[in-house]
């Protein structure tokens, strides 16, 4: 056993507006400059719906993330050797046509504008070439279903199903739609890492936040193609790579990321979680629907004591194993089993959870008269989405996985709605109960850390330690006399 | 296959520096958003290096009680893209004027030294002011100084004063709430002017006047923690999870707490995320579902069950048990007034006889008079207005008969048909009513309770004879649940299911039901009726006036807490009183000619009435004459003349004081020697000449009918082709063959961003953003006031909002000591106004102009007030808080009281203002008015509350003092705010209890505490009591049709081909901007589609052969849009969006169906279009406030065509 600790996180999609304020907090933040306007190392996707870039997802195009190779696992995209090949050419690349081309507008027109015969406006300019433009393509293109018959509809995840699924989720007595925010998902097998031919990007051994080393990257863009969740992005003014560093500067100061911080949907939780270094191989390797189990194995239980001492052997500091125990990841995962991660089956051992959405209850088309399904409450049987679908995202295909999470919302609905207005029969609540496997605590604590809790309890970031961390490379009290003298400098750029 | 670097390689890592630096940062400031959105959130800017960085919110809200999720963090994806603006090349940085008027001004000031003069010789000269007039909109801006602009706008304002009048002078600002000091240094100087302030709640067609109508209050809402409290959420015309959007997650949360949440949207809308049950109801027929709703819970729950709790609720807080008496009328029975005491022999010596209304109550067998009653508000004696069910005169206990029903059996109660319109069947239904014969002082009258009108209006037969649906599947007789399928859409069977779980659920939680409603129903034509129809539901399940129950609307609803200080410096009514406050859909109907487009014919099909009568007939422009003229309605300019003109001519006609004057004005209005401004608005002398706009846009996203405005207000470019109809059916306003164009002389916008109405505008004035000045914040989202403040200071040469007008005063004043050293007297004619005796005004309907009766100053016409201006001491007026509110206390609602003691600590302990040998509180700093505000408000200071409730408590007559007795000790400056935000204390001027970290929901004061709703019976009201709404057949909740557009003259010359199709056009509001702001920030446009698109169905799109991201033409007459088109499946067929409110400023293409000029914006396709019987008032709560009563700007029933832009877009 080699235990180590993640910062985590958990997005509850059931709360998720798509309000899309995490991307912008992110944007102000991080990526407001030149070369890094297209990059949204947050952005968030209606589902169904092709997202940025372009059908990430398909990995038939794009060849990112791992794949078993007997009992091997190698990367998609190939072995060492092949990777060298393409450093050069690489075609499984996204274009800027997979993302955008990022845009503005002569804004300046409006006051400038000499006296003429008509009123001026804005045109829209490209921040590449600096000339008018038109707009074909954004960073959250379908936005709320646009486009559906274009874009919900060749959602690599609606085109698995069968045809008549297809067919019901563009009838409007089945509409549906929801929200998939996405991050790096500072995962314990990356892909990028493991296709950087610099060795620039790592994993802080500290709290396993993946950065991309500002300094050592050559800009071969190797970590854009092994990433199935494209997630890290090539800044065209610096020549390097860039990503999501999960606000480490901001944890570092004990605040929440920006897009954690900012989440209004109360969608986001952070903690930190204990997990089996040593077993990381193996558990990627087990078969697509067991890949989400196996992530949930790896997890260690912060209050074994056998757990604790090899932590405390590894070198994980005391107040961290503290905060693991407060952490409101590890009750998500695998405490109550209602997160998974996202596409499992790409075997990178993503480090981010989601609980899946709750949606409305089908209906049925008469001439042109409309009839709800009579159930009280949304159910797993009559909900919008099919059940394939969600389970293609977030189980590796395994529909149990999905259906075992929905029991226990819905057992926690139930069961809340008893207590709040006592219209339902003790044994209906009961019956919930036991097809969710949960006793009636944990109920309570689910729906208490579902819609109770304030920002202290939502987000735990463990103790950063930075003055053992400044210790490795000089005396903290130097460091306090010296920080913030001398220039800031950007990297230097490669050419 | 491990990753992980430890900290072994210091070096290597020493890179991380580069994220760390930009992390940092020198300074965190507390401030919002200060406009137009209520989300009223507190956010934290970031400031390096002098600049103001980026924003998060402020997640310290104090916690409400235990068990309610907390606010925070409160901040959406619009807010956080503020800072976009500051530094962006949309900034308005220094004074811009057009260039021809700059021309033209620099020429007249060489050969002018005065600069009234020299104004004059501009705006005196046609074609000088022709050609500047035609310039607007089209570039050529220059930059300018603030010396240069400041004495432009201060010589056009002096010269239109003495011109034409103060009450020529306009001004524009969107509701306050949200940055209240930079929206009353406006209206202070408009008010210290003379001038006009326009409202805006109505004009948005925010102000839902079911609100009114039911409840006598504007608006009163929960805060959006007590939707958790909410067991049974019904979602319509409200997409919160896009338009409230950092409240939203408490409509989530409470489904995990057991809360079941039904959406009823036309779309599959971000909200039916979060629905048990998305109900697609069509567009606009959210009330016919509702309507049969309500069938079913009378039926099961009122008639079959008797469910005490709801039966003892109506009792108590409706008008259910009061009589009506039934009037005959072409041989049938229909329902009539409300009896009053006056009618009966017992009680008709009372004070106020004929205001106090009466119920059947069955200890005495007799009609008694309970408590409450709009009588008792107004009488002598004080203390008798509460909802005590006792009677007024003996004191006995009263139980009040809710039906009549029972007495059937013992013979007292005959069965009548009466007759009950039925608007969708064009037909009349005769349904048996329990009815008992009065003996009145003018003989025997049948009467029946509000109670059996409503269970016969509904169709609950009851077993009685007569047209009533034999059960629900009756599909001709409303309104059964299969009578609403063939207008919503929506199955019988999930109407008679959704009824069941409602009432059950309000049963077993005593109320805890809630609609959450909004914009998407308020906006149609009929929205009164829609909304009566939900509030129906409500109130017959015991739901308003409880935690977790009630209406909840939000749109455009301001809740501007601290009122009545603030009101008192807005309204500078510390000066002088009353102000000129302006019903703005009336306005711009009016002045920008929209009613020259509209036909008497068109107008009575889409508002079918109970009958044709004088009360009912003629075209809009005629009632909007009668509404002004009885006094129901503000209108300004008032008079043909300059109201201190017509000052000078009464005194020189020998007018000796104020009563004089205004007996003078009568007469020459009696003998029609003076006329109403509003009987002929296109006469030069009745024009607005002066516009200012400040924080809003008031020619694009609110203006309705925006290319009339560009035509008739400005004289610029326009786009509509519209034909004038009018002429044939106007009978009280003149007609000039030639309708004007250009009636403005100066539009002056004050701006941030260049947005279309700068660019329209001929002077912009660059103001401070909201991170640049201090003011204060409040909401109806939430219960908290919290600060706007300066992170850095005003950025190139911007000024506060405060700082801009304080300074225009100024120049006013100097300029005044040459022009108008005087004071000067002006005369001022104001509406009968809700929440004074004015409510008792006009039972009926006389008009004496047309000899029904003597006229009367506030009474059977407008009030009319002499009061003085002083124009040179204008700025000395404005910095210092007059000794009027010492005077005359401050209060709202029709509640006052003393704040002699405050005023004087105030001069103690406050900054100060000397001039003339007297002393004032100061009100130099926008930061000082926020203090005294503070200082003054029940909201913020506990000893104001203690005392407000005291005032209360004597009006009333039962204890209240005690809600404010824990927190009696309160007190708030601004420099609490800085830290943190505060919970605004329980207060008699709102409806909620706040104590203790309960939510806030409105009218539990009422419910809890018995103080009346302030209405004609104190009570709820299912019946509206007033002549008008009696001939138009609104005096129960009934269900009137959406408008065919073949009525609507939408598309008179506009011809549709194969290549085009006809759509229902909706503007809701959106995701990417609070009505324009932040739609033209590059934030929003990257994450959406780069430019406000047309939102179209996929099989609609197919048919005139549009693929997504296709450009397309959107037409009409009115006006036309080029834009792109969103084809998706979300919406169905038949109906179109533009989201509420794109800029025509940002890539905005030509249009080559309007010889290629450029294309407008969503309010290019609409024009306004009134409903006359909110123009109705002088009685109960149908009497006029300032956006609490008239007519709305309704823009949904509008139809469009749409095609593809032939060719490619050209710029």
């Known amino acids: 056993m080699n235990p180590r600790a993640q910062v985590s996180s958990v997005f509850h999609l059931d709360k998720c507006i798509g309000c899309h304020t995490c991307s912008i907090a992110c944007k102000n933040l991080w990526t407001d400059r030149k070369g890094a306007e297209y990059m949204w190392w947050n952005n968030v996707e209606t589902k169904p719906g092709t997202g940025y870039p372009t059908q ?176 890290t992005y090539y800044g065209w003014s610096t020549g390097k790579s860039e990503k999501c560093i999960l606000c480490f500067p901001r944890q570092e100061a004990g605040e929440a990321p920006a897009c954690f911080h900012s989440c209004v949907g109360r969608i986001r939780y952070l903690g930190v979680l204990l997990y089996d270094a040593d077993r990381i191989e193996s558990a990627a390797l087990r078969e697509d629907g067991d890949l989400a189990a196996a992530q949930r194995e790896l997890i260690l239980d912060p209050w074994d004591s056998q757990v604790l001492a090899a932590a405390r052997k590894a070198g994980v500091p005391e107040q961290v194993l503290t905060a693991a125990r407060r952490s409101p990841v590890y009750k998500f995962v695998k405490e109550w089993g209602i997160a998974l991660p996202l596409h499992p089956e790409f075997r990178t051992l993503p480090m981010l959870f989601y609980v899946p959405p709750l949606l409305p209850l089908l209906a049925q088309d008469n001439q042109g008269v409309q009839k709800q399904a009579e159930e009280f409450f949304t159910t797993l049987e009559q909900a919008r989405l099919p059940i394939e679908y969600l389970a293609g995202l977030f189980a590796g295909g395994n529909a149990e996985e999905v259906k075992a999470v929905y029991r226990k919302l819905m057992a926690v609905r139930i069961q809340r709605r008893h207590a709040s207005v006592g219209d339902l029969a003790d044994a209906d609540v009961a019956r919930a109960r036991d097809l969710a496997q949960l006793s009636k605590e944990t109920i309570d604590a689910i729906y208490r850390m579902t819609a109770l809790t304030r920002i202290q309890e939502r987000i735990v970031v463990p103790p950063m330690l930075r003055d053992q961390a400044v210790e490795a490379g000089m005396d903290p009290e130097v460091y306090k006399q010296e920080m913030g003298f001398g220039r800031r400098q950007p990297p230097k750029r490669r050419w | ?127 000088h002011r022709k050609s500047y007039q035609q310039a607007r909109g089209k570039g050529g801006f220059r930059r300018s100084s603030w010396d240069e602009v400041e004495e432009l706008i201060a010589a056009a304002t002096i010269y239109t004063i003495k011109k034409y009048g103060a009450d020529r002078l306009t001004g524009f600002s969107p509701i306050p709430a949200m940055s209240m000091l930079s929206f009353a240094g406006g209206a202070r100087f408009m008010q210290l002017l003379g001038g006009v302030n326009l409202s805006f709640y109505d004009w948005y067609c925010d102000l839902p006047n079911a609100s009114p109508e039911v409840w006598g209050e504007q608006t009163d809402v929960a805060e959006s923690a007590d939707w958790y409290n909410s067991k049974y959420i019904a979602l319509m015309g409200s997409n919160v999870n896009m338009t409230r959007t950092p409240d939203a997650h408490f409509l989530g949360e409470a489904r995990h707490d057991g809360s079941k949440v039904t959406v009823l949207s036309p779309d599959f809308s971000m909200t039916s995320k979060h629905a048990d049950w998305w109900i697609p109801v069509h567009a606009g027929q959210d009330g016919a579902f509702w309507m049969a709703v309500n069938h079913v819970i009378l039926n099961e729950f009122h008639h079959q069950q008797k469910t005490p709790y709801f039966l003892d609720y109506l009792t108590r807080y409706s008008d259910a048990p009061f009589l009506i008496d039934l009037t005959e009328k072409d041989g049938s029975l229909r329902p009539g007034r409300m009896v009053t005491a006056a009618s009966l022999e017992r009680y008709k010596a009372e004070e106020n006889a004929p205001f106090k209304y009466v119920v059947w109550d069955e200890t005495s067998g007799q009609p008694r008079m309970p408590l409450g009653t709009l009588g008792f508000r107004w009488q002598t004696k004080k203390g008798e207005w509460n909802l005590q069910m006792i009677d007024g005169q003996d004191g006995s206990v009263l139980a009040p008969a809710l039906s009549l029903l029972d007495g059937i059996a013992d013979g007292h109660v005959e069965v009548l048909q009466v007759a009950f319109d039925d608007f969708s069947g064009g037909q009349v239904a005769r349904r048996g009513v329990p009815v008992r014969y009065l003996e009145t002082v003018s003989g025997r009258v049948p009467v029946t309770t509000v109670f059996d009108l409503a269970m016969a209006q509904f169709g609950v037969g009851r077993n009685l004879a007569g047209d009533y649906p034999q059960d629900y599947n009756a599909e001709q007789s409303p309104y059964t649940p299969a009578w609403q399928e063939k207008y919503t859409g929506v199955d019988r069977a999930n109407v008679i299911q959704f009824a069941r779980e409602w009432a059950s659920t309000a049963e077993k939680t005593a109320g805890k039901c809630s609609i959450i409603i909004g914009a998407g129903v308020n906006h149609w034509y009929h929205a009164n009726l829609i909304y009566r129809a939900g509030i129906t539901a409500l109130m017959l399940c015991g739901c308003v006036g409880k935690n977790g129950g009630g209406l909840n609307h939000y ?13 008192t410096i807005m309204g500078a009514l510390d000066w002088s009183r009353p102000p000129r406050f302006q019903n703005t859909p009336s306005f711009h109907y009016v002045h920008s000619d929209q009613w020259r487009y509209e036909r008497t014919a068109d107008e009575s099909r889409i508002n079918p009435v109970a009958e044709r009568n004088a009360i009912t007939a003629g075209h809009t422009i005629d009632h909007q004459v009668r509404a002004v003229r009885n006094g129901w309605l503000p209108f300004y300019p008032q008079f043909d003349r300059s109201p201190s003109e017509a000052v000078k001519q009464a005194e020189a006609a020998g007018a000796a004081d104020a009563q004089q004057v205004v007996a003078w004005t009568v007469k020459q209005l009696a003998d029609k020697k003076m006329k109403f401004a509003v009987e002929d608005p296109d006469a030069p002398e009745n024009w607005p000449r002066v516009w200012f706009i400040w924080r809003g846009n008031a020619l694009m996203s609110s203006a309705k009918g925006h290319e009339y405005f560009l035509k008739h207000y400005l004289g610029t470019h326009t786009n509509t082709v519209a034909p004038e109809t009018a002429e044939e059916s106007v009978k009280e306003v003149a007609w000039h063959t030639q309708a004007p164009e250009g009636k403005l002389d100066l539009v002056v916008d004050l701006n941030f961003r260049m947005d279309t109405s700068a660019l329209y505008s001929d002077i912009v004035l660059p103001t401070a953003t909201w991170y640049e000045k201090d003011d204060l914040n409040s909401t109806d989202m939430h219960s908290f006031i919290h600060p706007l403040q300066a992170a850095v200071p005003p950025c190139w040469e911007s000024r506060s909002d405060w700082e801009i007008f304080k300074a225009l005063a100024k120049k006013v004043s100097q300029l005044a000591e040459v022009h108008l050293p005087q004071p000067v007297r002006d005369i001022v004619a104001v ?184 209405t004609l019976t104190g009570r709820q009201h299912f019946y509206l009591d007033h002549e008008g709404y009696i001939a138009a057949g609104e005096q129960l909740p009934t269900y009137k049709p959406k408008p065919d557009p073949n009525v609507l003259q939408d598309l008179i010359v506009t011809a549709s081909d194969e290549k085009s199709i006809m759509l229902n056009y909706l503007t809701p509001h959106g995701k990417w901007g609070i009505h324009s702001t932040y739609g033209d920030n590059l934030r929003m446009l990257t994450l959406s589609r780069g430019c406000h698109p047309f939102w179209i169905n996929d099989r609609d799109a197919a048919r005139i052969g549009v693929v997504d991201n296709d450009w397309v033409e959107v037409f009409n007459d009115h006006g036309v849009v080029v834009t792109r088109a969103v084809v998706s499946a979300r919406l169905p067929a038949g109906i179109a969006f533009i989201y509420h409110s794109p800029e ?68």
């Open chain 2, 831 to 1014: 509406p009968l106004q809700h929440d004074t005796p004015a409510e008792m005004a006009q039972p009926t309907m006389k008009d004496w102009s047309k000899g029904e009766c003597e006229p009367i100053p506030g009474k059977t016409m407008p009030g009319l007030v002499v009061v003085e201006r002083d124009y040179v001491n204008l700025y000395n007026r404005f910095v210092s808080f007059g000794p009027g509110a010492r005077q005359n206390g401050i209060g709202a609602h029709g509640l006052s009281w003393s704040i002699e003691d405050c005023y004087d600590d105030l001069k103690r302990t406050s900054p100060t203002v000397e001039w003339n040998g007297g002393q004032y509180p100061s009100l130099a700093e926008a930061k000082d008015a926020a203090n005294l505000i503070l200082a003054l408000a029940p909201e913020t200071n506990g000893e104001i509350a203690w005392r407000a409730f005291e005032a209360e408590e004597k009006k009333v007559g039962l204890r209240l003092t005690d809600l404010a007795q824990d927190t009696r000790a309160v007190r708030t400056t601004f420099a609490d705010l800085d830290r943190q935000p505060r919970r605004l204390l329980t207060s008699p001027c709102w409806s909620g209890l706040t104590n203790n970290g309960r939510a806030y929901s409105a009218y539990c004061l009422n419910v809890e505490r018995l103080v009346p709703w302030r």
């Open chain 2, 555 to 567: 749109v455009g609803q301001e809740k501007l807490a601290p009122v009545a200080p603030w009101s």
């Open chain 2, 1144 to 1211: 025509r400023t940002i890539g905005v293409p030509k249009s080559p169906l309007r010889g290629n000029k450029r294309a407008g914006g969503h309010n290019s396709l609409n024009r306004i279009r009134l409903k006359p019987n909110l123009m109705l008032g002088g009685y109960g709560q149908f009497t006029y406030g300032w956006n609490y009563w008239g007519p709305t700007g309704t823009n949904r029933d509008t139809y469009i065509l749409v095609r593809k832009l032939q060719g490619e877009p050209r710029w």
């Open chain 1, 56 to 231: 990430w997802e398909d990995q038939q195009q794009y060849q990112g993330g791992w794949e078993k190779n007997g009992t091997q696992l190698q990367l998609k995209m190939g072995g060492r050797g092949g990777l060298l090949g393409k450093i050069f050419h690489n075609p499984r690349l996204p274009t800027m046509d997979d993302y955008y081309e990022p845009f503005t507008y002569a804004y300046g027109d409006l006051t400038n504008a000499p006296a003429g015969d008509d009123q001026p406006t804005a045109r829209p300019v490209s921040m590449v070439t600096g000339k008018p433009m038109n707009i074909e393509a954004g960073p959250n293109w379908d936005d709320d279903l646009s486009g559906s018959n274009i874009y919900a509809a060749n959602d690599p995840g609606v085109v698995r199903l069968r045809a008549e699924e297809q067919a019901q989720m563009f009838a409007i007595e089945k509409m549906v739609m929801f929200y998939l925010p996405r991050i790096c998902n500072h995962c314990l097998n990356a892909g990028c890492v493991a296709g950087c031919p610099s060795g620039a990007i790592y994993k802080r051994g500290e709290d396993g936040i993946v950065l991309i080393n500002q300094e050592q990257c050559r800009g071969w863009r190797m970590c854009v193609s092994a990433c199935p969740y494209k997630k």
């Open chain 2, 1 to 127: 296959m491990s990753w992980i670097k430890d900290i072994l390689g210091p070096k290597f890592r020493a890179q991380e520096e580069f994220y760390r630096n930009r992390n940092q940062c020198d300074k965190v400031v507390r401030s919002t958003h200060g406009v137009n959105c209520t989300g009223g959130c507190s956010w934290n800017v970031h400031v390096k290096d002098g600049i103001v960085g980026w924003e998060l919110q402020a997640t310290d809200y104090p916690p409400l009680e235990p068990g309610l999720p907390p606010y925070e963090p409160r901040g959406c994806q619009r807010g956080i893209a503020f800072s976009w603006y500051l530094y962006s090349p949309l900034r308005v940085k220094y004074p811009y004027l057009r260039g021809v008027l700059s021309d033209l001004w620099r020429q007249a000031k060489a050969t002018h030294t005065d600069p009234v003069s020299a104004w004059a010789s501009i705006v005196e000269q046609p074609q």
